[in-house]
């Protein structure tokens, strides 16, 4: 007689069908494996077209209040008013 060998599956949480929030999003997936649910992904095909690049510079804290105060008179973002200032001096 041939012991039969119970297959044990793995009990997993429901998957919500939608987040909140990433904040939401972000702690299922961190206390969950996406390979257990497997199962319920497709396949999906996408394309990237990045045009823009985006670079971080050090900026001394007094020279980046200066500009702040420069974009909030302007009614502008900050990384608007660099911009702006670097168009200006590097013309």
């Keep these: 007689m041939q012991?039969?060998?119970?297959?044990?599956?793995?009990?997993?949480?429901?998957?919500?069908e939608s987040?909140?929030?990433?904040?939401?999003?972000?702690?299922?997936?961190?206390?969950?494996?996406?390979?257990?649910?497997?199962?319920?992904?497709?396949?999906v095909d996408f394309e990237v077209d990045i045009k823009r690049r985006i670079y971080l510079v050090p900026v001394a804290?007094?020279?980046w209040g200066n500009v702040r105060e420069k974009a909030r008179a302007r009614g502008v973002s900050t990384e608007t008013m660099v911009n702006l200032l670097l168009q200006e001096k590097a013309g």
């Design 61 to 63: 804290e007094s020279v």
């Design 3 to 16: 012991k039969e060998k119970s297959k044990q599956t793995k009990q997993r949480d429901p998957l919500p």
């Design 19 to 43: 987040f909140d929030s990433i904040a939401e999003a972000a702690d299922f997936w961190d206390n969950h494996d996406s390979a257990d649910y497997e199962d319920m992904m497709t396949d």
